[in-house]
C-alpha cells in the first residue's frame, strides 16, 4: 500500500475535552495520555499516534465476534470518508457536540475520534463503562454505544440527541424500552472492514408502529447478493475491493435491505433450514437473560437445535422457560430448541462479545 497521503489539519471548531488540538499538539496530548492518563486514555493516545504517522494507513484489528480478531490495514482516506458519510446521513454539522464512551482499541472509537478532529466537532470522552451516562451532566448532539451500554442507560437518554447502536444484536426488551423515548436512537450495520456502520435503522420511529426492518445504505454504497443469498458489499469511498460477507440478506429496494442472520451459523436439522438469530429475536421477547441458539450433532437429525442461557441451573429454571417457549406462538415447531443448557457465565471475547464456540465447548466437551 502506497504511503502518499497528506493528513489534513484538524478542523478549526474541533475541541477534545474542550481544548482544541493541531495535529502537532495532539501528538502531545497522545503522549500525556500514554504516560500519565488512565487505560482508556492509553488507547486514546495509542491512535492518535498511529493515526499521525506519516503513512497512509492505520493497522486495526477485527472485533473477534466471528472468528479470530485479525490485524488489517484501513486507509486514513476511507476512515476520512466514512466520517464524512456519517456526518451527512445523521445530519450532524460543525460543532456536534459527541460523547466517545467506546473503548479507541476497535473501530467504533477510531471513529469518533476521526469524525471529531476533522468534521470540527466538540467531543468529550469518559471511560468505556456499563453505565456510560451516569457521570454525564450535559446534553449531546451525537454518541455511540454497545446494546449492553443502552441497555443500562435508558433512564439517562434524555442526555443525548441521536445514538447510534452497533457491535451486537439489540434484544426485544430493548426495543421496547426505547419506544417512547425522545433521542433518536439507530442500530448500524458495518465491520472494521468497512470503517465502521455502512447502514443504519431507527429503533424507535415516532410515526410508525411496525418495527423497522430494513437497513438503509449510507451514502456512495451499493449492494447486491451471492449464490449463497449473502450480501456483496462495494463502497469505493471506504474500500479498495467489494467485500462478500457470511450475511444472508434480503435486499428490498436498492438502498435498503433486511438482516437475517450468518451463513455459517445456518443450522440444517432434517432437511430444514433454520436461522439462529431470527430464533433469537423471537425468544427475546420472553428472555431477560444473555442466549444464544446453535447446534449439536443429533444422529437422526443431522444437527438438533440448542439453546444456551447464561444462569445457574435449577430444575425450577428449566421448568419456567421450557413452559414459555412451548407457548411462544411466534416460534414455529422446528424453531423451539431440543434441549436448553444453563451456564453460570459465558465466554467472552476481548471485546466483550460471547464467544459462542468456546462457551459450547466449555460446556459440551
Not at 502537532?24 to 500514554?34: D, G, K, N, P
Not at 472468528?67 to 450532524?92: C, V
Not at 454497545?146 to 433512564?155: C, R
Request: proline share 5%.
Amino acid at each position: 500500500m502506497a504511503d502518499k497521503f497528506k493528513l489534513p489539519e484538524t478542523h478549526p471548531e474541533f475541541k477534545l475535552n474542550k481544548q482544541h488540538f493541531t495535529n502537532a499538539e495532539l501528538r502531545q496530548v497522545a503522549y500525556s495520555f500514554i504516560k500519565e492518563g488512565e487505560p482508556f486514555e492509553e488507547e486514546i493516545g495509542s491512535f492518535l499516534l498511529d493515526w499521525l504517522k506519516p503513512t497512509s494507513f492505520v493497522e486495526v484489528y477485527t472485533s473477534g465476534s466471528t472468528g479470530e480478531p485479525k490485524k488489517i490495514k484501513l486507509k486514513k482516506q476511507h476512515m476520512l470518508n466514512s466520517a464524512m458519510a456519517t456526518a451527512k446521513f445523521f445530519k450532524l454539522p460543525v460543532a456536534t457536540r459527541a460523547l466517545l464512551c467506546l473503548p479507541a482499541g476497535y473501530i467504533a472509537g477510531k471513529m469518533m475520534l476521526v469524525r471529531a478532529m476533522y468534521l470540527g466537532w466538540h467531543l468529550d470522552t469518559v471511560p468505556p463503562s456499563s453505565n456510560p451516562l451516569d457521570h454525564v451532566y450535559k446534553v449531546y448532539d451525537f454518541s455511540a454505544m454497545t446494546p449492553f451500554q443502552l441497555d443500562n442507560s435508558i433512564a439517562r437518554l434524555h442526555l443525548v440527541k441521536k445514538l447510534i447502536i452497533g457491535g451486537g444484536a439489540v434484544s426485544s426488551k430493548i426495543r421496547k424500552m426505547v419506544a417512547d423515548v425522545d433521542a433518536k436512537i439507530y442500530e448500524t450495520y458495518g465491520m472494521t472492514e468497512t470503517c465502521s456502520h455502512i447502514a443504519a435503522k431507527r429503533l424507535n420511529p415516532q410515526k410508525r408502529k411496525k418495527e423497522v426492518r430494513a437497513f438503509k445504505l449510507l451514502p456512495n454504497i451499493t449492494i447486491s447478493q451471492d449464490y449463497r443469498g449473502c450480501l456483496i458489499i462495494k463502497a469505493p469511498n471506504v474500500l479498495d475491493e467489494e467485500i462478500v460477507t457470511n450475511d444472508v440478506v434480503e435486499i428490498v429496494t436498492y438502498k435498503t435491505f433486511i438482516w437475517k442472520g450468518r451463513y455459517d451459523n445456518i443450522i440444517n436439522s432434517g432437511g430444514i433450514k433454520l436461522f439462529p438469530e431470527q430464533i433469537e429475536r423471537k425468544i427475546n421477547k420472553i428472555l431477560d437473560k444473555r442466549f444464544f441458539v446453535s447446534s449439536l450433532p443429533d444422529e437422526s437429525l443431522g444437527q438438533k437445535l440448542v439453546l444456551f442461557v447464561e444462569d445457574d441451573f435449577s430444575e425450577e429454571n428449566l421448568q419456567k422457560l421450557r413452559h414459555k417457549i412451548d407457548n411462544l406462538e411466534t416460534l414455529e415447531k422446528y424453531e423451539k430448541p431440543k434441549k436448553i443448557y444453563f451456564i453460570a457465565k459465558f465466554e467472552e471475547t476481548s471485546s466483550g462479545k460471547i464467544h459462542r464456540e468456546n462457551t459450547i465447548r466449555s460446556k459440551v466437551d
